[in-house]
């Protein structure tokens, strides 16, 4: 099926430990993007990528890597968990002009850091 | 720093009520608004969206306008069904479609 897949779909980390939250995207979108959503804060932007080789920080972007060598996939990093970094993050992949436009979310990664 | 405020948080009406769902934002240099729906534990579905030069979108029995002016966005659902049942979200695009800005969201329930 066509959309943006996420893995994994929970995770639990200890503190220190590093790894990488997977996002793959198969509409041939230029843009994807990163968020996390914490309880009473709705959705921050973490990082996000105009294209392949292109990307920028956003709201939220301290402990968090990214990089996009393909259009396909955009995988976001965490170099060092911390528990403040125990959310739910989603990964976005999107595309537009003012006719043809269009967003789709996967369906995220619960992390708990402990 | 552009801001977007939902209220009310929460909301619980009866089926078949018709509702309306505010949104706020403090900066009017919009490119667009949209409007999503979150279930619980899942991710996001995209309602609608109104271009910056736009009024209003309608789907079914939502519709959404814009006053960029007044910064202010609402929602209205028409004949509301527990399948209604989720929250709501509000997003600004500042500059296109690469990322947004989004609201707390108002989690809406429909009883039987």
């Known amino acids: 099926n066509a959309g943006v897949t996420q893995t994994p779909k929970f995770q639990v980390l200890k503190t220190g430990q590093s790894m990488t939250l997977q996002c793959a995207q198969d509409m041939n979108h230029e843009y994807m993007s990163w968020y996390r959503q914490d309880p009473g804060m709705g959705l921050r932007l973490i990082h996000y990528s105009v294209g392949a080789g292109i990307t920028d920080q956003g709201e939220v972007p301290n402990g968090y890597n990214v990089s996009r060598s393909t259009t396909e996939d955009f995988p976001l990093r965490l170099l060092s968990a911390a528990p403040s970094q125990t959310s739910v993050y989603f990964c976005a992949s999107s595309y537009g002009d003012r006719d043809y436009y269009g967003y789709t979310f996967g369906s995220g990664t619960r992390l708990t850091v402990v | 720093k552009q801001e977007v405020t939902q209220i009310p948080a929460a909301l619980s009406v009866p089926e078949g009520e018709n509702l309306v769902l505010n949104c706020s934002f403090t900066?009017?240099?919009?490119?667009?608004l949209q409007w999503f729906r979150q279930d619980p534990g899942k991710g996001l579905t995209s309602l609608l969206l109104?271009?910056?030069?736009?009024r209003e979108q309608t789907s079914g029995r939502l519709n959404a306008s814009l006053d960029k002016s007044s910064g202010r966005s609402t929602l209205y659902i028409a004949a509301s069904q527990p399948g209604d049942s989720a929250t709501y979200l509000c997003a600004i695009s500042p500059t296109g479609f690469q990322k947004l800005v989004f609201g707390t969201g108002t989690r809406l329930l429909v009883s039987p």
């Open positions: 109104i271009q910056s030069s736009q």
């Open positions: 900066d009017s240099a919009i490119y667009n």
